[in-house]
């Protein structure tokens, strides 16, 4: 099968994961991209597109790529699918806050979203919480959205046992400061841990930051390692798996239902025991106390209760964690995800025939 893979700009982790994982299932892959400012970029992918990707089977837009899927239905003909990952309105109004709910930017947001899912023959969305967001908000056929967890790179994200941990307990969060992380639930908790010989190191940056520098210095909690830059891959895996413990996504919001962070599937393939909010999207595939721990989202003193009582079940944590790396090899490997992707192309491309 070719398949033509078009976006603004391919350096994300969902369109790198599914393109590694359409080239492990022997699918011929041609790249298109272009970020240039402006109208440019459509001309440009216009004609990128008729010299590379007109003989094709189907083409794929990539994530956060509404517009592109628009642009794309005037292109071509041929079945057209949207791995999006999430809404764009999701993305830009509910987390980013980049407007008000019932303001124009919400309403120009919602309307590419509508015209994208139904122009789309298929589109990939996170997490089954996400689909019935869509089917619900923007009134499209169930059997037009499919499900496909992100999954990971694995070639930076692995399991090293040669990586010793550290000797003082410590637990590990990171990711982009967005509203429905919770680095700030995180830092509380880490203030409510100062006497308890636990370490809270935190990693990340993004849209509040300032308010997360605020808190951490008005906390001030002498157990907390708060790292902002951005730190090379192997840094990072290093920085993850000398700790003992993984945090996932702790707010009380309403996007923590209906997304899966990317950090989920990095700890499961570390071999990192997760301990999460009890959000709808990732408790799709984990479960409590065999696959993860689970806290009530923005609740910091329970979060801080369950970090103390894990510290001292070294056997609870190996088990689950062990647990949670057999389910990524069984489900969430690139070959196992790229296995599925294909399928949905097989079955909508017949389909047509």
Sequence with gaps: MKVCYINFSLNNPRDQITLTALRANAVSVTEISDNTPGLKKYLHIA??????????????????????????????????????????????????????????????????DFAAFHLADRAFLECGAQKDMVVRMFRVKPSKISVHFVGTNDQEFYFDPTVPKLKQFTVVFRGMFLP?????????????????????????????????????KELAPSNLDLIIERLPIEDLRRSMLECHLSLGQLADHPRVHTTVPHKVFESLSMKLPYLTGANK????FLTDTETCFTVSPGDYRALAQKIL??????????????????LYQREFTHKILGKKILRELDSCLIASL
Aim: glycine share 8%; charged share 25%; net charge positive.
């Design 180 to 216: 429905e992380a919770g680095a700030d639930v995180v830092i509380r908790a880490a203030k409510e841990l100062e006497k308890e010989n636990i370490r809270v190191r935190v990693i990340g940056r993004g849209l509040l930051l300032p308010e997360i520098e605020r808190l951490a």
């Design 47 to 112: 004609r990128l597109y008729r010299e590379k990707g007109c003989d094709s089977d189907a083409v794929m837009v990539g994530y956060a790529g509404s517009v592109l899927v628009i642009f794309m239905r005037l292109m071509t003909r041929k079945k057209l699918f949207y791995n999006t990952l999430a809404t764009f309105y999701d993305s830009m109004i509910i987390s980013r806050m980049g407007g008000t709910l019932f303001s124009l930017q919400s309403l120009g947001y919602y309307l590419i």
């Design 281 to 284: 999207g990732v408790m799709e």
């Design 309 to 326: 009582e894990l510290r001292d079940r070294s056997d609870v944590l190996g088990r689950v964690s062990e647990s949670a790396y057999q």
